[in-house]
Structures are given as C-alpha cells and as structure tokens.
C-alpha cells in the first residue's frame, strides 16, 4: 500500500489529477469506477479543467458509478448519478454510453446488480474510492464479505446521517446499491481519496489499524496495487508518517 500526503487540499487535488491524467495518458481506454460524495468534487474540478484546455482526455475510457442511493429519484441532487453528472460527467469528453450507472430504481434489482458485474466482466484498470466515517468503501458497509458482488444494501445509521449533506430534503436514504468488494479488490490499481480532519481517524484505523471486515477500507492494506491520497490534516493522526 502507498500512501501519499499533500500540504493542502489544492496541492491534493491537483497530484492527483495530474496521475489521473497520466493514467488516461499510458492507456486510453481506461476502465475506471468512479466515487461520488463531497471528497472527490475538488479532482473532479481539476479534471474537468484539463479537459477542456486539451491537456487529457476520457474519450476512449469508460466510467462504472460506485454506488447509489436508494429511494431517490435520479434527479435528486442527493442521488449519485446526479452528482457525478454535475461534478464531472457532464464537464468531459467521456461519451454518454461509456457511462454505466447503478439504477437503484429497478423493480429486480438483483437482476440489474448482475447485469453491472456482467458489465463490468474483467477486473478494472482503476477502483476510486472515498471513505466514510465507519471505513466503509463504496457503500460496503462494516461486516461486508471480502468476497461480496455488486448488491443492494442496508446502510450504517452513521452513513444514513451522513448522506444528509448532499440532501435537500429530509427523506433519509436507509438502502443502496454498491459495488462489491470483490470487484474492488480484483481491481488492477485502487485509490482512495481522503481529506480534511473529519476522516483522521478512521484513515489511522484503515492505514495502521488490523485488517477487519470491521473497518473495510483496512481490507486494502493487503491490495497490490493500492495508494492512499490524503492531505496533511487527514493525515494527522498517523503519527508514524506525520
Ligand atoms: C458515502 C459514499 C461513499 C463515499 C463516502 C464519503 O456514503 N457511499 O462512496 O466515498 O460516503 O463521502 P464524502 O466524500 O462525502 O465524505
């Protein structure tokens, strides 16, 4: 596992789209999933930025959506499709039918999460990833099977209060659907995006902590080809790398 540490948040973004960029350079078609929330917003920006000065490009690559909300209509700010789409989809050149996303909406979803893994067939070039509080990744909740498929879930109460912060409105999400953690892990390359004081210490339990299902991000330790990006302030409770 790599870990990275930036000065600060712009420093952090900005390292980090630079390797996205070099990435997308050394193989085009690069299939990547791709996270939502409020940590991501920032790369997504500089991404966006380079895109439109012809410094990189998604044109050849596809894109997976982690996971999403359920019971939100796909017009919610709050859902993930939404937020994907104002963050960076709708700001670069990946076409429309490289973009899959997980329809929450589906009256069989596990027909729908089947058709995803199908999709998705050979293990991705690059799994992107925040954190929750708990140590969730995507929406693999503590307690999640190593060897778990894409899948509906019941989400954590500090997950559900946590999604708060894209809503506009006060109905809850209790359920979503993710990505497994086995698709996570076959991955040829991770990543995992964290900043600000608020993922601290959960990023010491994931990064020095033992490897427990209880803390799922710890479960990358042992993943080949995993880096941590963090900025200084998320990465200060790690006090051997301070
Ligand atoms: C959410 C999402 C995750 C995201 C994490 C952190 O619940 N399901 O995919 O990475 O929590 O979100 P944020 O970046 O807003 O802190």
Redesign the pocket.
């Given at each position: 596992m790599n870990l990275f540490i930036y000065d600060n948040p712009a420093a952090w973004a900005a390292g980090i789209a630079e390797l996205w960029s070099e990435r997308l350079r050394s193989n085009p078609g690069l299939r990547q999933c791709l996270?939502?929330?409020?940590?991501p917003n920032s790369v997504y920006a500089e991404m966006a930025k380079r895109v439109k000065s012809g410094k990189t490009s998604f044109a050849e690559s596809t894109g997976f959506l982690?996971?999403e909300f359920g019971g939100l209509s796909p017009e919610d700010p709050g859902s993930c499709n939404r937020m994907i789409r104002d963050e960076l989809i709708n700001h670069v050149d990946l076409p429309e039918s490289s973009f899959h996303l997980l329809n929450a909406q589906s009256h069989d979803l596990e027909q729908t999460c089947r058709e995803y893994d199908q999709k998705i067939g050979a293990p991705l070039d690059l799994v992107i990833?925040?954190?929750?509080q708990n140590g969730?990744l995507?929406?693999n909740e503590p307690g999640s099977d190593i060897d778990s498929l894409t899948r509906k879930v019941e989400l954590h109460p500090q997950?559900i209060q946590?999604?708060a912060?894209y809503l506009t409105h006060n109905n809850l999400p209790t359920w979503g659907v993710t990505l497994g953690l086995r698709q996570i892990f076959q991955a040829r390359e991770v990543w995992l995006w964290a900043n600000g004081a608020s993922k601290a210490e959960i990023l010491k339990q994931a990064i020095s902590g033992p490897l427990t299902t209880d803390v799922p991000a710890s479960l990358l330790q042992k993943h080949a080809h995993c880096t941590f990006f963090v900025d200084r302030v998320a990465a200060s409770a790690l006090v051997k790398f301070a």
């Open positions: 996270p939502t929330g409020k940590t982690l996971d990833l925040g954190i929750g969730h995507g929406m997950t946590a999604s912060r």
